[in-house]
């Protein structure tokens, strides 16, 4: 019910809260949940002491973000899914599986949505997992830089949720337009390592290139530590823990670039 919504996004902020976090960020969108629920949690927050939560509406609909009170058409709009279910797209196929996941949007897609954002003045972002599903967003970005120009694509701030696979182009590129890569380390903490899920299902030679903390900050590309909860739970400490302490040692970062990215990196994503 209605009632019960606001309870459980009540006693969600209250839990935040209680674990110094001052602000979420809610990536609703039409897979995941419900405009009812992304437009309640945005009232309640706005009109009760507590967490400032800034939401994105994952949906290729510019007017229908602006009208539900989103910052951007972003959050989980999935180009692809999840490397645990085998759906994450990969330009070569899973080491456990004979298929190369999910496409859910390829460059084109990406290009308008970015195009239609930009020239709104909206945040456009993508959950974007593989290396392929990487590629889409990176290529769709160009292909919107071309169009709307460069400089106008990297001040409206796009973001990338996950961000896993990465290569040093698609890093560089991440750089090139002004992408913020908005990470869990969370998931490197549970799913990472030899023995790990992600060694499972791509092999250990890729597993061990997945989150690259590290390169993306040397290449400058703003960064954003979360949680993806309740994929993962609410946890700043432990998320800061787990980006200082990667489970491939290349990928780690200071515990004061992990708190500045879970901080004040956060705030500008």
Not at 152 to 163: F, G, L, S, T
Request: aromatic share 6%; charged share 20%; glycine share 12%.
């Amino acid at each position: 019910t209605p009632a019960q919504r606001t309870a459980a996004q009540r006693a969600a902020l209250a839990r935040a809260a209680s674990l110094g976090i001052g602000s979420v960020h809610e990536c609703g969108g039409p897979d995941i949940s419900s405009e009812d629920d992304f437009t309640g949690l945005l009232a309640l927050a706005a009109e009760e002491p507590g967490p400032r939560v800034v939401g994105y509406w994952a949906e290729e609909d510019v007017d229908k973000a602006r009208r539900l009170g989103a910052l951007g058409a972003a959050g989980d709009l999935f180009v692809d899914g999840s490397i645990g279910s085998h759906t994450a797209c990969l330009h070569a196929p899973y080491a456990d599986a004979g298929s190369t996941g999910t496409s859910y949007l390829d460059a084109d897609a990406v290009a308008a949505h970015v195009t239609a954002c930009t020239e709104a003045g909206l945040q456009a972002g993508f959950h974007a997992i593989g290396d392929a599903a990487v590629t889409a967003v990176v290529d769709g970005m160009h292909a919107a830089a071309e169009k709307v120009g460069l400089a106008r694509v990297r001040a409206a701030r796009h973001r990338v949720e996950h961000a896993e696979m990465l290569t040093p182009q698609t890093i560089a590129a991440f750089a090139e337009l002004g992408l913020t890569a908005s990470v869990q380390p969370a998931f490197d903490a549970l799913w990472g390592g030899e023995d790990g899920m992600y060694a499972r299902r791509l092999g250990p030679e890729r597993a061990r290139t997945l989150n690259p903390f590290a390169a993306l900050l040397r290449a400058g590309v703003p960064l954003a530590l979360g949680s993806d909860s309740p994929v993962t739970p609410l946890g700043p400490w432990g998320t800061v823990r787990a980006a200082a302490f990667h489970r491939t040692p290349e990928h780690r970062i200071s515990v004061r670039a992990a708190f500045t990215a879970h901080t004040r990196g956060g705030w500008r994503a």
